[in-house]
DNA sequence: TACTGGCCAATACAGTGTATCTCCCCGATG
DNA sequence: CATCGGGGAGATACACTGTATTGGCCAGTA
């Protein structure tokens, strides 16, 4: 599972075959599901593990929920491969039910019946955002490592069908409105998530 | 592109491969390559096509975000295969842009500069919460077909992790709390998020 | 009529996950 | 000590994938 973690982590999901996995064991293939059932599993399996970083921290249930967006964000950067696993299957892994554990646990003072629905709300919103955040990032990659060749190469597509007069009023925010950076973007909607959030459960 | 999208309709995105594809229209596989590059495109434009189902409507920019959210939701119900690919690259198809474009005018009433981040916010939590949705119910499906057996299978594992003491408050949660449905849980996050973005842009 | 350019089909290739078959070694028994 | 049996490791096999390359045919032109 750590081989299958780093093959991902150097070139992809892709890269991950259970070939290449028992190679980098030096074991042979067919050895491999003395320890797991399929190759699904061992996607779970490192999924699982990767939660093991996610350990949310902070005082009040706030500070934590944040705090669990935030080091999902972060392991997600630091395995890119991540957001293509988050949210596709539940997680019952130890690390998962751990870090489940460790929020549920701040959220003490909220009522009972509200704590999943919290939670699960936090979980979608910050899986989603960092699916996004990477696909972003590949996208930029794709288009020749840096950033200003991304926005050469889709600057002009985008300016061809603003041109087209179908989209007025999303071009004029393109062009307009400033564009934050992915930190910001992240904190902001996650602001949103949460403000909304303090309004309900002290209600 | 309708061939692709009725083979993952009916047997997931796993079936989806180029021979099936063109063997459905009767068609040599290698043809398939004069109308599109690579299978990545052929998802894309599975993906913008669905994007045609998505039409937000309501009155005011709270009811066009609900109305953006729900008919994604929807979407993900009717082509499962949809929570596998939103969020996994740039949407940039004519559908795509076109839902962006009734979204963003509906929005003509609060501040340009935080159209996208809101946008934003609301893509990101529906994309999270249909996924796990998604993942849920394949779940279910893989125990059986009903749930009494998933509830059946699953029990009996989170008896006994809970039984290691490990994750008291996590236990007591899923063991007392009312669980919610699907439509509820997705609701009340939906609505979470929506109170907060409420309360920053009118300020 | 000879030729040539383009396009379609077929084949080829390198890889995938996983089922099955083979064989060898080791331990137990007569 | 010899023989046998069983279990596990290894190799092989299979059906399939996405895509590059090759072969051949046919239409249109000189």
Do not use: C
């Amino acid at each position: 599972m750590r081989a299958a973690i780093e093959l991902a982590d150097a070139d992809g999901l892709d890269a991950v075959s259970l070939r290449k996995v028992a190679t980098a064991l030096d074991v042979r293939p067919m050895r491999l599901y003395g320890y797991i059932a399929s190759k699904e599993e061992l996607l779970d399996l490192m999924v699982d593990a990767v939660h093991a970083e996610i350990r949310p921290v902070g005082d009040g249930w706030r500070e934590v929920l944040r705090s669990l967006a935030e080091a999902t964000r972060h392991a997600a950067h630091e395995h890119e491969w991540l957001a293509d696993l988050l949210g596709g299957r539940p997680q019952l892994g130890p690390h998962a039910l751990a870090s489940g554990e460790t929020v549920v646990a701040a959220l003490g003072s909220v009522d009972v019946d509200a704590i999943m629905p919290v939670v699960a709300a936090v979980n979608a919103y910050a899986i989603g955002a960092v699916r996004r955040e990477v696909a972003e990032r590949r996208a930029e990659r794709a288009t020749g490592m840096d950033e200003k060749r991304w926005q050469a190469s889709l600057g002009p597509y985008l300016e061809r069908t603003f041109a087209t007069g179908r989209f007025p009023a999303l071009a004029t925010v393109v062009r307009d409105a400033a564009h934050l950076d992915a930190d910001h973007t992240f904190r902001i909607g996650l602001d949103f998530l949460l403000d909304g959030i303090e309004a309900r459960i002290s209600r």
